[in-house]
C-alpha cells in the first residue's frame, strides 16, 4: 500500500484514525529519512493533541519495535523480565533489585538510560564502579545474560532506531508530554528485549516527569495495554517521587546504598520497593518462593554475588562492592542544618534531583559527563523530628563556585514545621491486566 | 527578549497567548534560518489545532508582512486599492476589474498568483497573452503602476519571504486548512502592497478551497479584521463557486471572455461581479461615480484601452486584445454532449477545474508549464434547459490520451434532471468592519 506523509499527517490532524497499515509505513518511512522531521514533527503535534487509540497505539509501538533489532532469548529456557522505571531522584532499585531476582533464577537482559534533566540514570551510577562497561556488543550481552542469568547495558545503536530519532526531534519541538508517544517510546524499547513479563515503575510527584496521579494513571494503564496487546505480562506500580528514595542521590552514593540493600542493611523505603517489585517480577517468571526466597538471597549472599558476579562480567573492579569506602568521592563537604526544631514536612525531591546535577551529578547537557562522586546524603526526610542546627543533608562536592550557587537552593527542599506529618505512602496503586 | 522555538511551541500547544514580542521574534528566525522547518511545522500543527486569537493574528501577519520588503506609493496621491481572490474556477473577475477601475481613476498595484491544484491562477491567465511578463522588478513595478494606474505582476523575491518559506512548508505537513494561517498569509501579501484599501472575495462551493459557508465566513471575518487591525479599509464579499463562474475556464478562453467583459459583451454573472466588485473599489478609494462611472469606462472603450496599455506596459502583444482569434488554441477539439432532455441542476466547479488541470490548462505539479490553448467553453449551466444530444461543453486540448482519461470524468460534473432549479446566488453576503 502506498501512502504519503502529508494524508497521515491530515488523517491525525482531523481526528481519524491511522490503518496498522499506515503506521507501519510512516515509522518505517521516518526510520530510512524519506518522511523528513518538518513531517514528523508535524505528526508528533497532531498525536499530542488529538491522541491515539488503543489499536493505534499498539500499531505505533509494533512498528517502532521492529524499526531495528529484536533480541530473542528463546534458547534460554527461563523466563525473561526486566523492569523499567520512568525516572526519579534517589531511584537505585534497579540496582539491588536485578542481583537479587537474577539470584532466584529470573533471567532479565536490562537495558537502561542516562540520567536527563533532574533524574539519575542508572548506566551513570554503574559506571561510577570503575571499569563497568555498559556499551556491549549483541554478542556480549547474549553472552552476560546467559552466563550470569542478568546484564545491565545500555541501547545498542541496532535497537529501535525509530524511538532514538523520533525522541530526539519530540525533544526541540515541544512533543514531549504525549501519554501515547512516551507509551510507545518506553514499551517499544522494553518489547525489543524479547521479554516474557515486564514490571514498570510509573512514578508521580515533584522529583517524577508525570507530576499529578491522573497523568501517571493514564501512562501506566496506557503501558499495561500495550504489554497485553504483545502478548507481555506487564504490572505496573505507580508510586510516589514526592521526596528522593532512600537517603543516598548522586552516583557513587547510589552504589553504595544500592550495596546495603544487598547486604540486608538498606533503608526502609529502597528495600521495601525492591522486595514487592522482586515478588512481582519472580511472579510474572513463574518462580517460586516469593519474598522468603527473595529474603534468603540477600541473607545468603547470593544476591550480593550475584552484583559481584554481573560486575566483573562488565569488566567491573568488583572490590569496591566488597568495600564500599573505595568508591570515589568528591573533595569537599557542605551540610544543609535544619533551620527550627520541628518535623520535616517536605523533602522536594525536585529541588534536590536539580541541585545533584548541577553539582556534577548528572547533566545539563547531552554531552555533560557526570562526576560520579558528587552525591548528597540525606539526613532527614518527611516526618523526622529535628532539632535546629541538626544536619538535614551532608553534600559532597569538587567545585566551590558551583556549591555557592546552589546552596540555597538545596536548602530550599526542606520545610521544617512545629507539627509531624506521615511519610508519604510508597506504593500508590498497583496497575495489572485485570484492572485497566 | 530572547525566546526559544521550543517554549514558543509549548505556550501554543498548551492554549496559551503568544505575545507580540514572541511571534515577532519567531517570526524573523524562521525566515533567517535560525528556527528550523522541523519547529516551525510543530508550531503551524499546533497553530491549526488550538487557533490564535485575533491580537496573535494581528502580531503574526505583521511580523510576516515585515519580513520582507514593504512597498510604499504614498508619492502617488491617488488612493491605491487591491483585490484578492481565494481562488475558483473560471475566476478571471481581476483580469477586467483591474482595468475597468483603473479606468476611473482608482490606482492597483496588483499582485498575483499562478494556479494551483485545480484552480486558475492570473499570471497564468496573462500570460497566454504573448509576450506578457509578469516578473517585473521592483522599479519596473512602480513605473508601470504611476504611468498607467495599473499593474499585473508576480510577487517578487523580497516580499513576505517567511509567507514564501512557511507556505511551502504548510502544503507539505498537512498545515493548510487553518484559518488563521491562511488569512494571514494572504493579509501580510496584500499589506505588503501599501494599500488604502482592498477587496476580498472569499469563495464558497465544490470549487472553492472552503467548500461551506461556516469556513468562508470565518475567513473573510479574520481578514476583514486583520485588516482594520492595519488601518486597510477592507470589504469581503463571499460569493458562490459551486459552478464555474463565467462560460469559459482556461488560459487563453479566459483571457477572451475577459476581453468580451471590457467590450460590454460578456456573460452576465461575470460583468456583474466585476461591476460590484468594481464600484466597491471605488468606494474605497473614495473615488465618485460609481457603477455608472464604470459603465461609461466600459462604453468608452477607456477600460479596454487601460487593458491595452498595461499589456504593452508588460510587453505583451496587444493585438490579441483587439483580435481575440489570434490568441492561441490547443489543436483539438471534442464535445460533452447532454445524456438526456432537462434542466442542468448540477455544473460542478471542481471537476470541471480538476479536468481543465489535468488536460493542462493547469498545474499538477509546481514546476510543470500550463498549456494556454487548453480549455473548456461551457454551453450549459445550472438552470439551463437541456435537449438530448446538445452541447455541455466545448473542449480544446492537445494530447489525445489525456482526454481520454479525462472525458468520462469531465461529463460527471453535469447533472440534468427533470426538474429545473435556479441558478446559485452569485453574491452570498458582504463582510465588512461593521458586520463583524
Redesign the interface.
Known sequence: MAYT???L??TK?DRSVLSPDAIEWLIGAYTDGSV???????M???I???GMNSDELTAWTEAMLHSGEVMDFSEIAAAKVDKHSTGGVGDKISIPLVPVVAACGVYVPMISGRGLGHTGGTLDKLESIPGFTTGLTPDEFRKVLTEHGLVLAGQSETMVPADRKLYA?RD????VPSIPLIASSIMSKKLAEGLDGLLLDVKTGSGAFMKDLVHARALAHTMVGIGASHEVDTVAFITSMSQPLGNEVGNANEIKESIDVLRGEGPADVSELTMVFGETMLELAGVDGGRERLDDAIRSGAALQKFIDVTEAHGGDASVIEDPSLLVRAPHEAVIAAPADGYVTRCDAFIIGVSATWLGAGRERKKDIPDPGVGITLKAKIGDEVAKGDPLAIVRYGDQTKWETQSDTLSSAWTVSERPVSAPELIIERVDVTTI
Do not use: F, K
Open positions: 506523509a502529508i494524508e499527517i491530515e490532524r523528513p522531521d518538518y513531517q514528523m514533527s508535524a508528533a503535534m497532531a499530542l493533541l488529538n526531534l526541540v519541538t515541544g512533543t
